[in-house]
């Protein structure tokens, strides 16, 4: 079965430090998605692209996070200055098109200290 | 833009009994209504999806209803097995010319007591 990969797995690091996370989607899926999911909460999106193009990032703190996906293939997402409440898993999912369920990978689990 | 609702938010039940979590949407043009399920320390995976063309659908001890008069959907699961321990997210979406995401609920912690 095809899958999403995410790394890091785990991540640990000091409030206003800098952070990357990489996600490469299923292969073929044009549209790759950054959620962000806080313990005992649902997923929140925070970025969408299709291809290489932002589709959606209304949810993305500009002020601190950037996402890229340049060649429209796998993407990062980036953080910087980590603040402590960025403490989540970063999911990140792709899908085939409009009308299917996403596959995610197995997240970035972040903590900040 | 959409916005989902989805109760109850923890759930036990006996080993063998059924479950139902019921979910809520407020958009009327979302057509799509997947449902997840997350283990602990896992990635949330897609245990069955339903359409707006559809009221039911079944997959072995699963099932989700959709009433979109009323704009709810429910998941079902019955004869409930200790490995159905997890908790479970609904999410909905319209699927058509554009931008297509999901809206998740904040999901439903469910234990099965064996």
């Known amino acids: 079965e095809a899958e999403v990969a995410q790394s890091p797995r785990y991540k640990i690091t000091e409030k206003s430090q800098a952070v990357a996370f990489w996600c490469d989607p299923i292969?073929?899926?044009?549209?790759l998605y950054w959620y962000r999911q806080i313990l005992g909460q649902g997923p929140e999106l925070l970025v969408q692209f299709q291809d290489e193009s932002v589709v959606d990032d209304s949810q993305l703190p500009k002020d601190r996070f950037s996402a890229e996906r340049l060649k429209g293939v796998d993407s990062t997402l980036k953080i910087q200055p980590a603040e402590l409440g960025d403490s989540a898993m970063y999911l990140c999912a792709s899908s085939p098109g409009t009308g299917y369920g996403y596959t995610f990978g197995s997240g970035t689990r972040l903590t900040v200290v | 833009g959409e916005n989902v609702e989805q109760h109850p938010s923890t759930l036990s039940v006996q080993e063998g009994d059924s479950a139902v979590i019921k979910c809520t949407y407020s958009?009327?043009?979302?057509?799509?209504f997947p449902w997840y399920k997350q283990e602990l320390g896992k990635r949330p995976q897609l245990i069955i999806d339903?359409?707006?063309?559809?009221g039911e659908k079944k997959d072995q001890r699963i099932a989700v209803t959709l009433n979109k008069t009323a704009k709810h959907f429910s998941l079902h699961i019955t004869e409930t097995q200790p490995e159905d321990s997890a908790v479970y997210f609904c999410?909905?979406?319209?699927?058509?010319?554009?931008?297509?995401?999901?809206?998740f609920g904040k999901g439903t912690k469910l234990s099965v007591i064996p």
């Open positions: 958009d009327s043009a979302s057509n799509y």
């Open positions: 292969s073929g899926h044009a549209t």
């Open positions: 999410a909905a979406s319209f699927s058509g010319a554009g931008s297509y995401q999901l809206t």
């Open positions: 339903i359409r707006s063309n559809v």
